[in-house]
């Protein structure tokens, strides 16, 4: 199981995922977004550029700061986009210079604060671990489907739990990681998991799965995606050393162990890109 699962989890273990300082959450929100669109060279893949560009209502779900939003509304002056998270953590929003971009806090776990057959398009991104299996089947993925018009499409990214080709300090620390949370009682699935459950609920069609490796080596987009990990780590480091039984500089050096692994190991890990259509909803009586 990747690390990933370490930051996911924190939610149900210490009741928080805001980063602890805003510094920490601009710089990963906005590299996320960055490195994920020059993976797929996209947005999104959804067939939805043309109801975009005539207008539509679109909602990115767990949007954080907002990056995926911001660059859609410009991109697609004739729609308007809304971004929901859990936590009220839009410090960007005073700058949005867009009239088509807003933010709601709404928690999907609670239900969404937004009506039935709202939108033409729902956007989810890069939080598939932060839900429990149980959690993704009874609620997030019914939430989705509820909010999206009949007819209108759902697109999922996520990050695999698996890694390819970890080496040792990296592999012991995910072991590690893995352990405490199955003893905490904490379960969760991979990326690999999200067609199977919009599948099971039987009320989308058109089902279409991308997949693209993700290198944490090699070029200049791998290296940035090993640097964007360890930041991710870094930023945790108040949470995670304590949790894993490490003082700061075994936590420090760990990190620096680690950065260096993911070059020599040259490892790798998948992004899935899953999107599908909702069918025609039966009238409730």
């Known amino acids: 199981m ?3 699962i370490v930051f996911s989890k924190l939610k149900k273990i210490v009741q928080t995922l805001k980063f602890p300082s805003t510094k920490y959450s601009t710089i990963l929100d906005y590299t996320s977004h960055s490195l994920v669109t020059n993976l797929w060279n996209c947005d999104f893949m959804a ?3 043309n109801t975009l ?11 954080g700061e907002g990056a995926w939003v911001i660059s859609c509304a410009e991109r697609f002056p004739m729609s308007t986009f809304i971004g929901v998270d859990a936590s009220l953590y839009f410090p960007l929003v005073p700058k949005v210079k867009f009239m088509n971009a807003h933010f709601l806090k709404t928690d999907i776990l609670e239900g969404l604060a937004l009506e039935d057959n709202t939108f033409d398009f729902v956007h989810l991104r890069c939080i598939t671990l932060i839900f429990t299996d149980e959690e ?5 993925i019914k939430e989705l489907i509820r909010v999206c018009k009949p007819g209108g499409w759902i697109e999922i990214v996520e990050l695999d739990c698996q890694y390819i080709n970890q080496g040792p300090v990296h592999l012991n620390l995910c072991s590690q990681s893995k352990r405490f949370f199955l003893e905490n009682n904490v379960h969760s699935i991979a990326g690999e998991d999200i067609a199977f459950y919009l599948k099971q609920t039987g009320a989308v069609s058109e089902i279409n799965e991308e997949l693209r490796v993700v290198p944490f080596h090699g070029s200049k987009l791998g290296k940035s995606f090993a ?6 780590m870094q930023a945790y480091k108040d949470i995670l050393p304590g949790i ?3 003082d700061e500089k075994q936590w420090e050096d760990t990190l620096k162990t ?3 692994e993911l070059s020599v190991y040259k490892t790798e890990s998948i992004m899935r890109r899953i999107y599908c259509k909702v069918n ?5 009586i």
């Open 136 to 140: 993704w089947s009874n609620k997030v």
């Open 2 to 4: 990747g690390i990933f």
């Open 53 to 63: 560009t005539n207008g539509a209502q679109v909602l990115d779900v767990g949007t």
């Open 244 to 246: 894993l039984g490490m």
């Open 258 to 260: 680690i950065r260096k």
């Open 227 to 232: 640097d964007h990990q360890i930041k991710f």
């Open 280 to 284: 025609p909803k039966q009238p409730v």
């Open 47 to 49: 067939p939805i550029e």
